[in-house]
């Protein structure tokens, strides 16, 4: 890996220490950022082995897509305008059944292609045949923070935990610690406390951290109490499960005492307003959780539930969202919206010294074309990143110090291909439904 200097561009940093933006250069060396220089001062170019023109660049943190399952890729538009359990029981449970690890590794890999292409640097993962999305993310150069998803009922419940554990001693730290492996216990209603209690065991065990789904709907949060007296969030408080590191996705529908106990034990949150919405499941109080110092970041969820990965829109919504709501348009604003995506984010994943352009810190880091009509004037760049830009507007993509998206074009995976194996996937499981149903 070869030094890497970006020239003369427009840097936006999402650091509290700088500027909000400014004009100057960046030089890469290794997986780190060497160097930043505001002009005037300028970096000598003949440091580099790449020289990068920024002119027509803005050049900032790369975006941290805090919760995901990349491979339902496949189910994009496969069912929409229901209901999550609706959804969920009668479309995509049954779809998934009949997913195989060939499946799995084209739908990540379209995950990524649309992932990388929109500017997304880093994503967490929670699904299953885990090696092969591994394995899309070792090969697209991607940093990844995995889980082999585990539901405690049922006949996979002892196996996804003997996975889970293979799947650490088999990816966990490779490429350099691109690859990250974490706990995946699904949500409490599909893993019983007893069953958790196992997963607490192996997070001891194997010191890595989990994510679940916790109170996404207000149905999950009623049956809950009815079932166990209190709500998701209290009773996993309860089991202990916060006392290890968690980053809890969705929490819509929580109490002013569930946002005191996720504050309290520090647990990440993974707000997914898209999904949320279309889901019809509500929005999470995201400028509350912000008060009380909560690490809040964004996702996309799966694209099943989108339908897209894009996380400008994501972060765009959580904005204007919480504006909407409480009628006032101060809250999450643009700074605060551009750091939930970016290094909030990466603090939600509990992954350090990434998420800002600074020195020392991992140089995965994004470049947007100016030169498009949505992107001019230039009052206020953070603004117009969260207000106006897109993911079609990402240009240049560097992960851990590579180059893996120049001039829109991906450089470490054949787009074409991709999208043709997805496609032939997606068409292969459409059809085995349907020959199950005797439709
Ligand atoms: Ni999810």
Not at 169 to 179: D, F, K, L, M, V
Not at 256 to 276: C, F, L, T, W, Y
């Given at each position: 890996?070869?030094n890497?200097l970006?020239?003369?561009?427009?840097?936006?940093?999402?650091?509290?220490?700088?500027p909000?933006?400014?004009?100057?250069?960046?030089?890469?060396?290794?997986d780190?950022?060497?160097?930043i220089?505001?002009?005037?001062?300028?970096?000598?170019?003949k440091t580099?082995?790449?020289?990068?023109d920024?002119?027509?660049?803005?050049?900032?943190?790369?975006l941290?897509?805090?919760?995901?399952?990349?491979?339902?890729?496949?189910?994009r538009?496969?069912?929409?305008?229901?209901?999550?359990?609706?959804?969920?029981?009668?479309?995509?449970?049954p779809?998934?059944?009949?997913?195989?690890?060939?499946d799995?590794?084209?739908?990540?890999?379209?995950?990524?292609?649309?992932?990388?292409k929109?500017?997304?640097?880093?994503?967490?993962?929670m699904?299953?045949?885990?090696d092969?999305?591994?394995e899309?993310?070792?090969?697209?150069g991607?940093r990844?923070?995995?889980?082999?998803g585990?539901?405690?009922?049922?006949?996979?419940?002892?196996?996804?935990?003997?996975?889970?554990?293979?799947?650490?001693?088999?990816?966990?730290?490779?490429?350099?610690?691109?690859?990250?492996?974490?706990?995946?216990?699904?949500?409490p209603?599909t893993?019983?406390?007893?069953?958790?209690?196992k997963?607490?065991n192996?997070?001891?065990?194997?010191?890595?951290?989990?994510?679940?789904h916790?109170s996404?709907?207000k149905r999950?949060?009623?049956?809950?109490?009815?079932?166990?007296?209190?709500?998701?969030?209290?009773?996993?408080?309860?089991?202990?499960?916060?006392d290890?590191?968690?980053?809890?996705?969705?929490?819509?529908?929580?109490?002013?005492?569930?946002?005191e106990?996720i504050?309290?034990?520090?647990?990440?949150?993974a707000h997914n307003?898209?999904?949320?919405?279309?889901?019809?499941?509500?929005?999470?109080?995201?400028?509350?959780?912000?008060?009380?110092?909560?690490?809040?970041?964004?996702g996309?969820d799966?694209?099943?539930?989108?339908?897209?990965?894009?996380?400008?829109?994501?972060l765009?919504?959580?904005?204007?969202?919480?504006?909407?709501l409480?009628?006032?348009?101060?809250?999450?604003?643009?700074?605060?919206?551009?750091?939930?995506?970016?290094?909030?984010?990466?603090?939600?994943?509990f992954?350090?010294?990434?998420?800002?352009?600074?020195e020392?810190?991992?140089?995965?880091?994004?470049?947007?074309?100016?030169?498009?009509?949505?992107?001019?004037p230039?009052?206020?760049?953070?603004?117009?990143v969260?207000?106006?830009?897109?993911?079609?507007?990402?240009?240049?993509?560097?992960?851990?110090?590579?180059?893996?998206?120049?001039k829109?074009?991906?450089?470490?995976?054949?787009?074409?291909?991709?999208?043709?194996?997805?496609?032939?996937?997606?068409?292969?499981?459409?059809?085995?439904v349907?020959?199950?149903?005797?439709?």
């Amino acid at each position: 890996m070869g030094n890497i200097l970006i020239r003369d561009t427009l840097l936006v940093t999402v650091d509290e220490l700088r500027p909000g933006y400014f004009f100057g250069d960046i030089l890469v060396q290794g997986d780190k950022i060497a160097r930043i220089s505001e002009h005037p001062e300028k970096i000598d170019f003949k440091t580099a082995g790449l020289v990068i023109d920024g002119k027509n660049l803005l050049v900032m943190p790369g975006l941290v897509n805090t919760h995901g399952h990349a491979a339902m890729t496949l189910f994009r538009s496969y069912a929409d305008d229901l209901p999550l359990f609706e959804w969920l029981e009668e479309k995509i449970w049954p779809i998934e059944k009949h997913l195989t690890a060939d499946d799995i590794y084209w739908g990540s890999m379209l995950a990524i292609c649309e992932m990388l292409k929109g500017g997304t640097t880093t994503f967490k993962d929670m699904y299953f045949f885990m090696d092969q999305v591994a394995e899309a993310a070792a090969v697209s150069g991607i940093r990844a923070f995995l889980s082999r998803g585990m539901i405690g009922i049922g006949d996979s419940a002892a196996t996804s935990l003997k996975e889970t554990e293979q799947f650490i001693q088999n990816w966990h730290g490779a490429e350099g610690g691109r690859i990250n492996v974490t706990l995946g216990p699904h949500a409490p209603y599909t893993c019983p406390p007893p069953y958790l209690e196992k997963v607490m065991n192996l997070a001891t065990k194997s010191g890595r951290s989990l994510q679940i789904h916790l109170s996404e709907t207000k149905r999950e949060v009623e049956e809950s109490i009815a079932q166990h007296g209190v709500s998701p969030i209290e009773l996993v408080y309860r089991l202990g499960l916060f006392d290890h590191k968690v980053t809890a996705a969705h929490c819509v529908h929580v109490s002013e005492r569930d946002i005191e106990m996720i504050a309290e034990k520090q647990v990440g949150v993974a707000h997914n307003p898209g999904s949320n919405l279309k889901l019809g499941s509500g929005v999470a109080p995201v400028a509350q959780m912000l008060a009380k110092g909560i690490k809040v970041g964004i996702g996309t969820d799966g694209a099943s539930s989108n339908n897209n990965l894009d996380m400008f829109e994501e972060l765009r919504l959580a904005s204007l969202l919480a504006k909407g709501l409480a009628t006032d348009p101060t809250l999450v604003d643009a700074k605060t919206a551009l750091r939930m995506a970016t290094v909030t984010g990466a603090e939600a994943l509990f992954l350090e010294d990434c998420g800002s352009l600074k020195e020392g810190w991992k140089a995965d880091l994004v470049g947007l074309r100016l030169d498009v009509p949505h992107m001019t004037p230039m009052h206020d760049p953070t603004a117009q990143v969260v207000y106006a830009a897109s993911a079609a507007d990402v240009d240049l993509v560097l992960v851990d110090g590579r180059l893996v998206l120049e001039k829109g074009e991906l450089k470490t995976i054949d787009e074409a291909k991709v999208r043709a194996e997805a496609a032939r996937c997606a068409a292969r499981l459409v059809g085995v439904v349907a020959e199950k149903e005797g439709k």
